[in-house]
């Protein structure tokens, strides 16, 4: 059996829904400077990018204790 876990792609502004909360989420502009700089991990499909939920996670050094 595969026990690996399923890869859920998000766009930015899930993202950024999962991560901050309204009142301190950054804009996507920053979202984009941090993908550039390579802070944030993106996976691009032609002209569309999307986000691995988890890599971007453990990317920022965000775990589920901080998201209690």
Partial sequence: ???KPE?????ADKL??????????????TLW??????Y??????GKSVF???DKVRKRLGLTEKFNA
């Fill in 51 to 53: 986000f691995d939920l």
């Fill in 16 to 29: 950024l829904e999962a991560l901050f909360e309204p009142e301190s989420r950054p804009c996507k502009r």
């Fill in 40 to 45: 944030v991990p993106a996976i691009h499909v």
């Fill in 33 to 38: 400077n941090w993908v550039r700089q390579g």
């Fill in 7 to 11: 890869l859920k792609l998000v766009n």
């Fill in 1 to 3: 059996m595969n026990t």
